[in-house]
């Protein structure tokens, strides 16, 4: 954990690996160390929307996992867990907090980020409100992504925010996820991510320093 203060108001940033228990167990940890007011969680994910390119920022309307429910005979159901402190079931797609999103929205409108080049073409990222999708396998299949955007009316997929969002939905923590587009999630995906890591890193950073800088002020 890094701690510091941003206009006097303590920030703590933490790294938490690849896959969802890495993920839920730094946010657990986050929250009972440092009883946050709020969480942004934030890093790279793959495109499913067609219209998202490397460099493009999606900020996380909801949040569900892909690959949690129930495989029978039929076909694969998705479901919610129960929450161990209420035993209510958590819904599959987890909301957002309004407020954040708003902020967020509000910050990106007022960045201006470097444009990316893909191939012999350079563009401006894009920044989008949609669903980012959850689950502990590295997509890059044209199939799977099809699938999850039909199903799941995915914007993008990674391999932890949606079960951060739940950690924090159930600890009553407000949060927001935001991912930097590495890659279009299909046959190439790991060779996309490799060249495009950087320009995802960095836009997502400088998006959320920007949150970060509101939030001080607004307190």
């Not at 909301?95 to 012999?120: C, H, M, W, Y």
């Not at 350079?122 to 890059?140: K, M």
């Not at 299949?141 to 993008?156: D, I, Q, T, V």
Request: charged share 25%.
């Amino acid at each position: 954990f890094l701690t510091g203060k941003l206009n006097g108001r303590p920030v703590v940033v933490a790294t938490s690996g690849v896959g969802k228990v890495n993920a839920a167990m730094v946010a657990t940890l986050v929250i009972e160390r440092f009883t946050p007011a709020e969480l942004i969680f934030t890093g790279i994910a793959g495109a499913i929307r067609p219209d998202l390119k490397p460099g493009d920022l999606v900020i996380g309307e909801k949040t569900a996992q892909h690959d949690l429910g129930n495989l029978t005979a039929e076909g694969f159901q998705l479901r919610g867990m129960r929450n161990p402190v209420d035993w209510n079931r958590n819904p599959v797609y987890l909301e957002a907090d309004t407020r954040l999103l708003a902020l967020a929205e509000s910050a990106a409108g007022q960045l201006e980020f470097p444009k990316v080049k893909i191939g012999n073409d350079e563009r401006s990222p894009r920044v989008v409100r949609g669903i980012i999708v959850t689950g502990d396998v590295f997509v890059s299949s044209p199939a799977k992504k099809e699938e999850l955007r039909k199903s799941m009316n995915a914007s993008a997929v990674d391999m932890e925010g949606a079960a951060v969002a739940q950690i924090c939905r159930q600890f009553k923590i407000p949060c927001l996820v935001i991912r930097g587009i590495s890659d279009s999630a299909d046959a190439d995906a790991r060779q996309q991510a490799g060249l495009y890591l950087g320009v995802a890193v960095r836009n997502s950073a400088q998006l959320v320093a920007e949150i970060a800088r509101k939030l001080a002020a607004n307190r």
